[in-house]
């Protein structure tokens, strides 16, 4: 195990990212004023993003405030330390007085750390697919055994909330991004209550621009309007849901089409197609088309469905979409290629396809 306590002394790096862990934390007690970061690169191109310290203290101080974080808990440092989820939780740690635990990403850290179901962990950061292959390796027991987990990076669709139903720990769903340090909202996924919607923290103001995406004043960014491209609606001042991504509408011969809302009913219709079965990864896309202009599909992780499945699922898809928003056509890919940050690289993905 590899445990950075900030009142011992740090231990010996035996790895490139123990190093890097303890670079950040070397810097960062030594009073570094700003810190140059990277975008995950699963909407764009990856661009580095410079962050003061007195932003990521901010973020810090509301997360430590919304989940109770108190000097001397334990947490587990498992995602990508080279993003802001993974530099947050060491500011966090730094900052709050909490002892940390790091390892190196992967889907199953339990799994793939020996010793570490052993440990007795407070509170971590996990991705969906993270939390998802952890629940199916059933590793409950270190889950339920935290005092809250906070899901991020990428959206926890119907499925995968209904997993998440099984654990009797605090699970939150949160938004945010590197250009809001971290979260500025969460919503809870299990127990009671469970949200539909995404609460702001303490001081987040919000608001719509014009094309009705969601727009974040808060001291994280420097009290400083951030524009997203993500699609919202704002119940009250404080509470909202997001729709899709702006730039994830296509085109199809004139009919325009939220890519999210067709993998919502793709979900849908899994779950009555194959109720027992573990979900697989896919994402919906728009594909150029000589007709259309663009044509969508659905790309799905792992092996073809049954021919009798497949079509039944098409047909419910049916219930749940327009006649324009069906997918014309499902690929199959062995593997999805992920970012650093084990989000799906969907452009990759699809060039892999060679279609």
Same mark, same amino acid.
């Given at each position: 195990m590899f445990v950075i306590d900030p009142y011992q002394p740090f231990p010996v790096a035996q790895t490139a990212y123990q190093q890097q862990a303890l670079d950040f934390c070397t810097q960062w007690l030594a009073g570094q004023s700003s810190f140059v970061l990277h975008t995950s690169g699963s909407t764009g191109t990856p661009k580095p993003i410079t962050l003061t310290r007195k932003q990521m203290q901010a973020s810090t101080w509301l997360t430590g405030k919304t989940f109770d974080l108190k000097a001397g808990q334990h947490?587990?440092?498992?995602?990508?330390?080279?993003?802001?989820?993974?530099? &947050? &939780?060491?500011?966090?740690? !730094?900052?709050? @007085?909490? %002892?940390? $635990? !790091?390892?190196?990403p992967s889907a199953n850290p339990f799994k793939d750390n020996e010793g570490l179901a052993e440990q007795?962990? /407070?509170?971590?950061? !996990?991705?969906p697919l993270q939390i998802q292959k952890i629940i199916e390796d059933g590793n409950y027991a270190q889950l339920n055994a935290m005092r809250a987990i906070i899901v991020g990076g990428a959206a926890v669709n119907q499925a995968l909330q209904e997993q998440i139903q099984t654990l009797t720990v605090p699970v939150f769903s949160t938004y945010g991004m590197t250009e809001t340090v971290s979260h500025i909202a969460i919503r809870r996924?299990? @127990? %009671?209550? $469970?949200?539909?919607?995404?609460?702001?923290?303490?001081?987040?103001?919000?608001?719509? /621009? /014009?094309?009705?995406c969601l727009q974040i004043c808060c001291a994280a960014s420097n009290h400083e309007w951030i524009t997203t491209n993500d699609l919202a609606i704002l119940h009250n001042a404080q509470h909202f849901s997001i729709l899709g991504r702006y730039d994830n509408i296509i085109n199809s011969g004139g009919v325009k089409i939220q890519l999210e809302k067709a993998e919502q009913a793709y979900v849908k219709a899994w779950l009555e197609v194959c109720p027992s079965d573990v979900m697989p990864r896919f994402f919906a896309y728009g594909l150029p088309d000589e007709r259309l202009g663009q044509r969508l599909v659905l790309v799905q992780e792992g092996k073809p469905l049954a021919s009798t499945q497949a079509e039944k699922l098409l047909t419910i898809l049916a219930n749940f979409l327009q006649k324009y928003e069906i997918p014309k056509q499902v690929y199959y890919i062995s593997s999805f290629a992920c970012t650093a940050t084990e989000k799906i690289d969907k452009i990759s993905t699809i060039k892999s396809l060679h279609l």
């Open positions: 947490v587990l440092v498992c995602v990508n330390i080279g993003y802001i989820a993974g530099v &947050m &939780m060491l500011v966090r740690g !730094l900052s709050l @007085g909490l %002892k940390m $635990t !790091l390892v190196e007795a962990f /407070d509170f971590t950061a !996990l991705v996924l299990n @127990g %009671k209550p $469970t949200n539909e919607y995404f609460t702001a923290l303490a001081g987040v103001q919000l608001a719509l /621009d /014009d094309r009705g």
